[in-house]
């Protein structure tokens, strides 16, 4: 009982001490706005532009880096043999100013462009690039990013500092898309184990885009400082910063506030809330990627051996194509996408104007579900007694689909799809689930229908290569695409196109490929979601899309946008405290010295008591 | 850990002899040291069990071939059997090595000290705001309960304790953020350096730090609050009164002191916890700590940064029981009895 007469006397003020400390440190917080207030509102202001980044940054090594964020902020700081133009996406010259074909296709020669430096001053010319593609044919840890654009590699030599020279196994239309950055090899060749480098402690980094390469901040932000020199001209704005956030929607705060000046991957309601907004542009773009599924036609490895357990009825292509036309994909572009997305059709998104195909009247299997019933009856599945069909064979039709359930858009298509499907007399039962799990599943071939999406590049070959024969995988459990397609028509129109090198006569091929994919239904795809982006058009103008039309700004295939953007002429801005801060900054001073005081009394109390 | 060499000698029974410290002190330890080997044998488990191939999420969207895909694998240890994985796992986390995390190519180790500071920075000065602000408030609010300070002030409290953090912390930014001149997020304007560097990162603490403390400070006013209860119908308390002493000083010098003993386990749990961060807060303010780098990890999964941590955060809270147990009988002299 005596216990608690001890502490008292030394408690008494320092009971009274925390308090103020709290106090001091509440102070300190409400009041420090009022210095980097200034600060705060520069997204785009000045000669520096602030974009959001919704990805962090894996590596700055472009023979390593995996990420879509890495790969833009590369993609600004080391050039590449050629790049497709802003206009159209059409390959035009980078480092090489031209380049000609041997007669058999075998042997590529490029021109390098002349006089070009690197950041530090050394010369920059065509053994850079010879050493860059040797090493990732050389070094498997070279090729851990971009090995896929050397496979087909023979050769690769610099006979003269002008001439790039390239020998090819067999022939290959894509070597004007060659999305593999060049590196200065007086710098690479000192690195020892290129796998293990990450680029990111010798700043600023020797490059040679518009931009370089200035200072990164792990998790928080990359700055980069522009290139006066930049043999194509000056960017717009000296600086350029891309900071990175992990929410979205405090993203598009920043915008609101001019913290920053671009946000990107916008979801249709942030897009609509944001439409409208005074110095706001919201750039809905024509898709790079294609929402769809496909279907499980039995899954089976390139030996032939089945394995997983897709549905049996799913064999038949009339049950595929049944599926297609129970769906309203214009209903899901409202619906789920609010008007921001377009019907796709043919697997190539609509923005490659080249490589796009529309099926004709005759073959379109557009939404109609009268069709859809009328094929069922005709090829044998009957109606049971709770509306389900069955199949000749006896199997209802029931069918399992694996929908992300982290992707609120493919979500909301598939409970569409459920109920779309179910007045055909085809039950769906909709799995919505991790997409770890869905991948799982894909590998083992156990689903029916299975989501899915990829980002086109402008050129095709890779999206379409996913579909052949050879992508099936050698034992189960390993698959490289998203369906076990295989086709042998599919597989001869696919070396067709690599081998041929007039862009008119491979779109023809192309399209007949899509024709091909559309009809068979095991490679679905259902709209093209737009890119919706944003930025502060009072902080910025003259940005260029790509293309011209209905194109994007962030993750351009080439630097244009943030090459091309310039700082608009300041009009209003004035500097000093906004409103708001001023009130919130008395209000704190208020709290603050009604707390102090508080205290001062209490104590003079404890003081009084003592005496 | 077994008893010093002054146990024959005295075969003292009674309180705080060495023996009975030494007794005590083993158990805690050894205590602490089981939980930290089940911790590391599940931490490379459980992570194992999710679904989802790193590799494939890694490449995902990217053109890429099959040699790619098994160097990849090669890259990330991942192709070679399990039990060896363990064993390279076990033997590196002996030698302080958590491995090379996939998607930031760096080792976790480093990744983890990078990332540390900040997430102590926020989540201590919130922890350290909430437990006075809480303390506080809780004394008020049992001084006076029923009254109409006890109420608002519980009210308050329990609101706030049940409102989601990641709704809060937008909410801020909403009001407080952009216009209002507070950061949207991160922790530092990029290129600010210098004296002017430490007030900027105060700067962008105050919306995060504000967000954890009206979340959590509750539990801190809630146990203080029903502590204080207890003590207040002591006999001690009659005593103190009879000698004539002011309300206010009972208070402060009599009842506060005894009711603060279970608030400082508290305290020490929560601090256990300060390491792992305030995930949502740090994920809605772009925080550059460790749990968003979690988060990060967990997408993936990326499994040497998230098995890392996992074991980093348990032998954190492991760490901190240990003290809180080993402090608390310099505290309480019943719990040396």
Redesign the interface.
């Known amino acids: 009982m005596a216990f608690p007469q001890a502490p008292p006397a030394r408690r008494s003020p320092r009971g009274a001490a925390l308090p103020v400390a709290t106090a001091l440190v509440l102070a300190a917080a409400a009041l420090s706005p009022l210095p980097p207030a200034a600060a705060a509102g520069t997204g785009g202001t000045g000669d520096t532009l602030t974009i959001a980044m919704s990805q962090p940054i894996d590596s700055f090594n472009p023979f390593t880096a995996q990420l879509a964020s890495s790969t833009a902020v590369l993609r600004l700081v080391y050039p590449t043999l050629t790049v497709p133009a802003a206009e159209d996406n059409t390959p035009t010259g980078e480092l090489a100013e031209s380049w000609r074909t041997s007669d058999d296709g075998l042997t590529w020669t490029f021109t390098i462009r002349e006089g070009l430096t690197w950041s530090d001053g050394e010369a920059l010319d065509a053994e850079d690039a010879a050493w860059t593609f040797t090493t990732m044919m050389e070094d498997p840890g070279a090729a851990t990013a971009n090995g896929n654009f050397v496979a087909n590699f023979e050769s690769v030599r610099a006979p003269d500092p002008g001439t790039l020279v390239i020998e090819l196994s067999k022939p290959q239309a894509t070597m004007l898309a060659l999305d593999v950055p060049i590196v200065p090899e007086h710098v690479w060749s000192e690195v020892g184990d290129i796998a293990a480098f990450d680029n990111d402690r010798d700043l600023p980094v020797v490059g040679a885009g518009p931009f370089t390469l200035a200072a990164y901040e792990p998790n928080q932000s990359v700055t980069l400082d522009a290139d006066e020199d930049f043999w194509r001209g000056a960017p717009g704005f000296d600086h350029l910063v891309l900071r990175y956030f992990t929410d979205q929607d405090a993203m598009v705060e920043a915008l609101r506030g001019g913290e920053v000046s671009f946000v990107h991957n916008l979801t249709p309601a942030q897009a609509e809330s944001l439409e409208g907004e005074p110095g706001i542009t919201v750039n809905a773009a024509d898709g790079k990627r294609f929402t769809g599924f496909t279907v499980n036609p039995g899954a089976r490895t390139r030996d032939g051996e089945e394995f997983g357990d897709g549905h049996p009825a799913l064999r038949d292509r009339t049950v595929r194509q049944a599926v297609m036309l129970a769906i309203d994909k214009e209903a899901l572009v409202e619906r789920v996408y609010g008007g921001y997305a377009t019907v796709a059709e043919g697997y190539i998104p609509a923005r490659y104007e080249d490589y796009h195909w529309r099926p004709a009247d005759g073959e379109r299997l557009g939404h109609d579900p009268e069709r859809a019933r009328e094929m069922l009856d005709e090829a044998g599945y009957e109606e049971g007694a709770d509306g389900v069909r069955v199949s000749p064979d006896g199997d209802p039709l029931r069918f399992r689909m694996a929908v992300h359930n982290d992707r609120p858009d493919y979500v909301q298509t598939g409970r569409s799809m459920e109920e779309w499907l179910a007045e055909v007399g085809i039950a769906v039962e909709g799995d919505y689930i991790d997409s770890g799990q869905i991948g799982d599943r894909l590998n083992a071939g156990e689903y029916d229908l299975i989501f899915t999406g990829w980002t086109v590049n402008p050129d095709p070959d890779y999206v379409l290569g996913i579909h052949t024969c050879d992508a099936l995988p050698e034992e189960p459990g390993s698959m490289r695409g998203d369906a076990y397609f295989c086709d042998e028509e599919y597989d001869e129109y696919y070396a067709a196109q690599l081998a041929e090198y007039d862009p008119a006569a491979r779109a023809d091929i192309v399209a007949d490929m899509q024709r091909l994919l559309y009809t068979e239904a095991v490679v679905n795809v259902l709209v093209y979601a737009d890119m919706l982006e944003a930025y502060r058009s009072d902080q910025i103008s003259d940005i260029r899309t790509q293309p011209a039309r209905g194109g994007n700004l962030w993750a351009q295939d080439g630097y244009w946008s943030w090459w091309s953007a310039r700082p608009r002429e300041a009009e209003t801005e004035g500097g000093g405290l906004s409103p708001a801060v001023a009130v919130g900054a008395v209000a704190a001073v208020v709290l603050v010295g009604g707390l102090v005081l508080l205290l001062v009394l209490r104590r003079r109390g404890t003081e009084d008591e003592r005496e | 850990m077994s008893a010093p060499s002054a146990a024959p000698a005295a075969p003292d029974r009674g309180r705080g002899s060495p023996r009975r410290i030494a007794v005590y002190l083993a158990g805690r330890l050894l205590g602490a040291a089981a939980s930290m080997a089940a911790v590391t044998v599940t931490a490379f488990f459980l992570f194992r069990v999710?679904?989802?191939?790193p590799v494939?999420?890694?490449?995902q969207?990217?053109?890429?071939?099959?040699?790619?895909?098994d160097?990849?694998r090669?890259?990330y240890g991942l192709d070679k059997p399990l039990g060896e994985q363990f064993l390279d796992y076990c033997s590196g986390l002996l030698r302080l090595d958590l491995g090379v995390s996939y998607?930031?190519?760096?080792p976790v180790t480093e990744l983890i000290a990078?990332?540390l500071w900040p997430t102590v920075l926020l989540a201590g000065?919130g922890t350290l705001?909430a437990a006075?602000?809480g303390l506080?408030l809780g004394t008020r609010a049992a001084w006076r309960r029923g009254r109409v300070v006890d109420q608002v002030n519980t009210g308050l409290a329990l609101t706030l304790w049940s409102v989601p953090t990641?709704w809060l912390?937008?909410l801020l930014?909403?009001v407080?953020?952009?216009?209002?001149?507070?950061?949207?997020?991160?922790?530092?304007?990029?290129?600010?350096r210098g004296p002017?560097a430490a007030?900027?990162v105060?700067?962008h603490?105050?919306l995060p730090?504000?967000t954890m403390v009206a979340v959590v400070y509750a539990q801190y006013l809630m146990i203080m609050r029903s502590s204080l209860l207890t003590e207040m119908g002591s006999?001690?308390l009659v005593?103190a009164r009879a000698k004539g002493l002011?309300d206010?000083?009972v208070l402060?010098?009599?009842a506060?002191?005894?009711a603060l003993l279970p608030t400082v386990t508290l305290v020490f749990l929560n601090l256990g916890q300060v390491v792992a961060g305030a995930i949502l807060v740090?994920?809605?303010?772009?925080w550059?700590g460790l749990g968003?780098?979690f988060?990060?990890g967990l997408r993936l999964?990326d499994l040497p940064l998230v098995q890392g941590l996992f074991v980093f955060f348990s032998a954190g809270v492991i760490l901190m029981n240990l003290l809180a147990d080993l402090v608390y009988p310099l505290l309480d002299?019943r719990v040396r009895v």
């Open positions: 999710l679904p989802g191939d494939r999420t890694m490449t969207g990217r053109a890429v071939t099959e040699a790619q895909l160097e990849l090669r890259q998607q930031y190519r760096a990078e990332r000065t705001l006075v602000l506080w990641f912390g937008l930014i909403v407080f953020a952009g216009t209002g001149g507070f950061p949207t997020g991160g922790m530092a304007t990029p290129g600010v002017a007030l900027d105060a700067h603490m105050v730090v504000a006999d001690y005593t002011r206010a000083l402060r010098r009599h506060v002191p005894n740090e994920t809605v303010f772009s550059p968003q780098l988060y990060q999964p002299p």
